[in-house]
């Protein structure tokens, strides 16, 4: 899994804001084989998130310091992002509703993500109740990301994605940081430019990943030595199963 070149004192770290509504750990079994990768990883804490309403796009919540919404106005968010006034969002709407700065939507796997995490009946949709608790945790992730996006780019850089996971406790090699943004930046504007940097959407599924499979490895590491052993499936479900 991960390499980082932290010292023990510093393995397991702090973290940014959490999800009232976090996904539950599906059960790992542990196993053994001669494989032994060396890891030092340092944990996330959960995480942050931008809602539009569709036409127009009028609920793409800018930064503020201070939770902008009572119930009531939240249920007319609601409201409006049930298109098929169902009185439940699938994940076309949920998707159709999310927006980054540019307005473009999220991508589809930070969707199913965020319904993963707050669909907390297992329904295939997102009651109201769960639809606040979702709003809130997208608009703690809009405080983190303005935090670090310095130049107002509307993306996050490399040095501005270390600044972000340095300071949740993470100390990840040069190397690893190269293949996070490479995995996650948005794909460039024109045919042969650079890529305009990571989303919001993609910054928010990128930390979420990084807090999944630090915890999935500590989980798995229970003399704290920052050394796992595992099999060839064990280590599969952890690569599936992460966000």
């Known amino acids: 899994m991960f390499h980082s070149t932290s010292n023990r004192s510093s393995y397991y770290s702090q973290a940014p804001p959490q999800s009232s509504h976090s996904r539950p750990h599906r059960h790992h079994s542990h196993s053994h084989s001669q494989s032994r990768p060396h890891t030092h990883s340092h944990s996330y804490s959960n995480a942050p998130v931008y809602v539009s309403s569709q036409q127009p796009p009028a609920y793409n919540v800018a930064p503020q310091s201070q939770w902008p919404m009572d119930r009531n106005q939240l249920y007319q968010v609601f409201q409006q992002v049930d298109t098929d006034r169902s009185g439940a969002i699938s994940v076309t709407e949920l998707q159709r509703a999310l927006r980054n700065e540019d307005w473009q939507p999220f991508?589809?796997?930070t969707v199913k993500m965020l319904m993963d995490y707050f669909d907390r009946d297992h329904s295939g949709t997102i009651s109201f109740d769960e639809f606040a608790g979702l709003f809130k945790y997208i608009f703690e992730w809009q405080q983190v990301?303005?935090?670090?996006?310095?130049?107002?780019?509307?993306?996050?850089?490399?040095?501005?994605?270390?600044?972000a996971l340095s300071q949740f406790g993470y100390n990840l090699s040069p190397h690893l940081y190269s293949i996070i943004v490479h995995k996650y930046s948005s794909l460039p504007t024109t045919e042969y430019g650079p890529s305009p940097g990571i989303t919001f959407d993609r910054f928010v599924r990128a930390c979420v990943s990084i807090k999944w499979l630090t915890e999935a490895f500590q989980r798995r590491d229970t003399d704290r030595d920052g050394w796992i052993t595992v099999n060839y499936e064990d280590f599969m479900k952890v690569f599936f199963e992460a966000p």
Request: aromatic share 10%; glycine share 4%.
């Open 107 to 109: 991508d589809l796997d």
């Open 145 to 163: 990301f303005a935090r670090f996006d310095r130049d107002n780019s509307h993306t996050i850089d490399r040095g501005e994605l270390q600044a």
